[in-house]
């Protein structure tokens, strides 16, 4: 995954220093929210070694505060910003990686890069391979002014979801209802605490976990 480099080297137990500073950062807004994010996202504090099952969940949180929450009140605040000719088109990547490692089997980022530009793609299957085509076909129309699918409104927020199973043979790519998070593959556990302005300190709790352990 994109923070392997990062944090490659490190002796600490990722779950462990994580919900560690969870606890700092989200404790004074209220004591319940730290050991609700532990639990929900299965981190794994009793672990003592670092290994892909355990880390996993730690990347997953990272993914959801980092990218995922924040992709979201990117489109939303474009969206009702009325910039005249100007509109949002959301997106979701969720193809999996089908190269054997740790992380196969997983969502991974930098593969939607590898699909986009189509470098590797007699490595795919046929689905993904028609998907590649897609995703690359939609990002062409977006920079040269025209709308890829719907544009992303505040009262029907749709978004586009690439999807193609690693051993398919279809593109199962689809517009889709971006409340649907059957649909998108979200997760909404952050979500759930979003209105106790919680996000923010998970984010700084993020920020502190791959500077590392104090």
């Known amino acids: 995954m994109i923070w392997n480099s990062r944090l490659a080297g490190r002796t600490d137990v990722f779950p462990k220093t994580l919900a560690q500073y969870l ?9 319940g929210i ?13 672990a003592m070694v670092n290994i892909p099952q355990s880390t996993l969940p730690v990347l997953k949180l990272g993914n959801d505060i980092c990218f995922a929450q924040a992709a979201s009140t990117l489109a939303e605040t474009w969206a009702v910003a009325v910039v005249p000719g100007s509109k949002a088109f959301m997106y979701h990547f969720n193809c999996l990686n089908p190269w054997d490692g740790p992380w196969k089997g997983e969502t991974t980022h930098g593969l939607d890069i590898v699909f986009a530009l189509q470098n590797y ?4 299957s046929l689905g993904q391979r028609r998907s590649t085509e897609r995703f690359a076909r939609d990002i062409i129309n977006f920079v040269n002014g025209n709308e890829p699918w719907q544009g992303y409104d505040v009262e029907n927020p749709t978004s586009m979801v690439y999807f193609a199973e690693a051993d398919g043979q279809e593109d199962k790519s689809q517009v889709v209802d971006d409340r649907a998070l059957d649909k998108t593959g979200r997760r ?20 502190m976990f791959m500077r590392g352990p104090q």
Do not use: C, N, T
């Open 188 to 207: 909404s556990l952050l979500e759930e605490f979003a209105s106790k302005g919680v996000l923010d300190k998970v984010m700084d709790a993020w920020q």
């Open 121 to 124: 793609r007699e490595h795919l």
């Open 23 to 31: 606890h700092i950062v989200v404790d004074p807004i209220e004591v």
């Open 34 to 46: 730290a050991p609700a994010i532990i639990s929900g996202y299965d981190l794994a504090v009793s």
